[in-house]
T-cell receptor, first 117, second 114 residues
Framework: DVKVTQSSRYLVKRTGEKVFLECVQDMDHENMFWYRQDPGLGLRLIYFSYDVKMKEKGDIPEGYSVSREKKERFSLILESASTNQTSMYLC????????????????FGDGTRLSIL | GENVEQHPSTLSVQEGDSAVIKCTYS??????FPWYKQELGKRPQLIID?????GEKKDQRIAVTLNKTAKHFSLHITETQPEDSAVYFC?????????????FGTGTRLTIIP
């Protein structure tokens, strides 16, 4: 069974701090994703990565950066945390297969509820 | 980019009745449509998915239908049970160079009334 592990379940930080959220998957998946989840807005993609050291912006990348130095680990970085970044952050991974109908399911972690004070 | 709209935002159904959640998408290149269920305090979990070469797919009490011409897809849950209470998200993904980026709907909170 796929396991996606996020380092913290709850996190409280102060405005202006640099915040690191870590995600590790154990299934050798190529693709990894960071979403934020807010009531009434669903899941919005922040960044994703389809290979080590590769990254692409999602729909709401402003104020965030990412790092993928190893295949199994994908980090989300809040360079200077602000109160509007208080949210639930979800990491996901999926296998990459090439071909016309190659989309593979995304598997999610339990989420990190981040509060910025 | 892709835009996915989901309706209704809340749905209450008597236990044993059916529930239907509808989504529309904008990008005609989308070819993969998963549905996720998220119980309170838990991670989203895939419950069923459909690809654009198929019009309907069933898995026990759950079915999904896809109308590519109209760009909409729906989740049908029959004989609802209390454990079906959760938030359901639809999503759509176009296939570009093997990278699957999902765009999610805003979610439907389904409540099953005993």
């Amino acid at each position: 069974d796929v396991k996606v592990t996020q380092s913290s379940r709850y996190l409280v930080k102060r405005t202006g701090e640099k915040v690191f959220l870590e995600c590790v998957q154990d299934m050798d998946h190529e693709n990894m994703f960071w979403y934020r989840q807010d009531p009434g807005l669903g899941l919005r993609l922040i960044y994703f990565s389809y290979d080590v050291k590769m990254k692409e912006k999602g729909d709401i990348p402003e104020g965030y950066s990412v790092s993928r130095e190893k295949k199994e680990r994908f980090s989300l970085i809040l360079e200077s945390a602000s109160t509007n970044q208080t949210s639930m952050y979800l990491c996901a991974s999926s296998l990459s297969k090439w071909g016309q109908f190659s989309n593979q399911p995304q598997h999610f972690g339990d989420g990190t509820r981040l509060s910025i004070l | 980019g892709e835009n996915v709209e989901q309706h209704p935002s809340t749905l209450s159904v008597q236990e044993g009745d059916s529930a239907v959640i509808k989504c529309t998408y904008s990008d005609s290149a989308s070819n993969y449509f998963p549905w996720y269920k998220q119980e309170l305090g838990k991670r989203p979990q895939l419950i069923i998915d459909i690809r654009s070469n198929v019009g309907e797919k069933k898995d026990q009490r759950i079915a999904v239908t896809l109308n590519k011409t109209a760009k909409h897809f729906s989740l049908h849950i029959t004989e609802t049970q209390p454990e079906d209470s959760a938030v359901y998200f639809c999503a759509a993904s176009p296939l570009y160079f093997g990278n699957e980026k999902l765009t999610f709907g805003t979610g439907t909170r389904l409540t099953i009334i005993p």
